[in-house]
């Protein structure tokens, strides 16, 4: 079972480059667009690519704004002539391969205009909703902005659910059956208030069922020594098969830790690979980025990239990775697993984004098991309800296993202001009256909340990633929230505050008419 989770956090019309937009440019250009049309053509020959894409409501609203539509295509014009200029740039210089590797990054973001302007009318969105009403994908949901489930406030917490259920409604015009725990961020009674609004069944950590030590996935930017990774007990279950969650008619699927690991670690998996392309080294001039990993201990001793030697490359990592499902099915059918389950979760900005090649890597992985009489991919209705029951612990996709990403000596503080900013809401709400203006107030207060609430500031803050740009983000939320709360309270809708109403009612412009 492929399990994709796609979040961006809510970037429109807050900020440009370095921070902001760009990140969502990066990944509709470099991930959503390549991999929905690689999809698209193995469906056409006829190949099944049952994948199961979370889409976070967030990504959907902006992926669906007209305005961050037409602004994309002004991004892919700006790359395509600055890889213009730096061909002739190259080729002025008697850098023939650099010159090169120019047109093949000219070539690909005008190919990719084309088929994001032609081939799917701009429409994202609509494209992976017609993939689900084929029986393609099934899209699954997750909290409203991506919020830490496990540490919110239970009104905020059921806040994010129900508005991640309602966007997902809006788009694809029936419920969703599945939800992502941001994160993987599980603690007993969330699936409670997953029942309560319909959902089937969700994705944990391995470690959540199995015990044992946890996978160390967000690694960039922390001090392992200071980090206390968390030995749970184990429990002698497997993540082979699905489980209901003890007394509960919901299903819970674990991420294989094997699948996991081989894929998204740059340590030991195959993105730091030495013929991949390099991430972190680009043109100063244009951010286009010439050379491929070779050397991991230091940035400038790098060779210039190879896109035909890559995508060998690909081939033969794909071929590995089924091998190793093969063997990985084999062992768990010596220990009585009939039809082993295998569940590779992973974030869907990994391919093609952080690693460039591979959406190419996963094509060929799916092309592989197509071919392949013993492996199967399979979406969670083809599973069919769990018989087994399991006990989960406390647990998430984060170093350490628990909470330690998103709660630490530098996040704490903001925690404070999440729980102040909570009961902010609550309060104004006591004051607010039926007209129109106060309840939009009171709407674009809900909004700031949860966006103070996404998990994304917290993870840029502990990882010192963005810092600045995620406390400024967090800062301006919450004090806009701060400044309804005040009119509101005191009655004082005047025309001063309707015309700034009217200015963050367009720079935070999301989760409208439901």
């Not at 602004?71 to 892919?76: D, P, R, T």
């Not at 990054?105 to 990719?112: E, G, H, Q, S, V």
């Not at 922390?222 to 008619?249: C, H, M, Q, W």
């Not at 990403?405 to 809401?425: H, P, Q, R, S």
């Amino acid at each position: 079972m492929l399990v994709l989770h796609s979040h961006i956090p809510y970037v429109k019309r807050q900020g440009r480059w370095p921070f902001g937009e760009v990140w969502l440019y990066e990944s509709m250009a470099e991930t959503y667009i390549p991999m929905l049309q690689s999809w698209r053509r193995m469906w056409e020959e006829g190949l099944k690519v049952p994948v199961t894409l979370s889409l976070s409501p967030t990504l959907l609203e902006q992926l669906s704004s007209k305005y961050i539509q037409e602004e994309f295509i002004s991004y892919l014009k700006e790359r395509e002539n600055l890889a213009a200029e730096e061909e002739r740039c190259f080729l002025a210089a008697a850098k023939p391969e650099m010159a090169r590797l120019a047109s093949f990054y000219y070539n690909f973001y005008r190919d990719i205009r084309r088929d994001f302007t032609v081939e799917m009318n701009k429409d994202i969105v609509g494209m992976v909703r017609q993939m689900q009403k084929e029986g393609e994908i099934e899209i699954i949901t997750t909290a409203a902005t991506h919020a830490y489930l496990p540490l919110l406030e239970k009104d905020s917490l059921e806040r994010q659910v129900d508005w991640g259920k309602r966007i997902y409604q809006k788009y694809f015009n029936c419920s969703p059956r599945g939800f992502w725990l941001p994160e993987c961020g599980y603690f007993k009674g969330v699936e409670d208030i997953l029942l309560a609004h319909g959902f089937e069944y969700f994705y944990v950590d391995s470690h959540a069922i199995e015990g044992g030590k946890p996978i160390e996935a967000f690694s960039q930017g922390f001090d392992n020594e200071e980090i206390e990774i968390e030995t749970f007990a184990s429990t002698g279950l497997s993540t082979y098969r699905p489980y209901k969650v003890e007394g509960k008619d919901i299903s819970v699927f674990g991420r294989n830790s094997m699948v996991s690991h081989q894929v998204w670690s740059a340590d030991f998996g195959y993105p730091g690979d030495e013929d991949y392309r390099e991430f972190h080294r680009h043109s100063p001039r244009s951010g286009l980025k010439y050379w491929r990993v070779t050397d991991r201990t230091n940035n400038e001793n790098k060779m210039l990239y190879d896109p035909e030697q890559a995508l060998i490359r690909t081939k033969n990592h794909a071929w590995h990775f089924v091998n190793s499902l093969e063997n990985t099915g084999g062992e768990a059918k010596k220990l009585g697993f009939v039809s082993p389950l295998i569940v590779g979760c992973y974030d869907t900005e990994l391919f093609g984004h952080w690693w460039w090649e591979g959406v190419n890597w996963l094509e060929a992985v799916i092309r592989l098991i197509n071919a392949n009489e013993k492996i199967d991919m399979v979406l969670p209705a083809d599973v069919g309800k769990a018989r087994y029951e399991a006990q989960l612990f406390e647990s998430s996709w984060g170093m350490g296993g628990k909470h330690y990403v998103w709660l630490n000596n530098e996040t704490a503080w903001m925690w404070d202001i999440i729980k102040k900013a909570g009961e902010e809401f609550q309060n104004l709400k006591i004051f607010a009256d039926d007209s129109v203006l106060c309840q939009d107030a009171v709407e674009q207060a809900m909004k700031e909340l949860l966006l103070i609430e996404s998990s994304d500031w917290l993870f840029m803050v502990s990882s010192n990633l963005t810092r600045d740009y995620a406390m400024k983000r967090f800062f301006e939320h919450y004090t806009k929230l701060l400044r309804i709360s005040e009119a509101v309270r005191n009655q004082d809708l005047n025309a001063e505050f309707q015309q700034w109403l009217r200015k963050i009612q367009y720079e935070d412009d999301f989760f409208n008419n439901l």
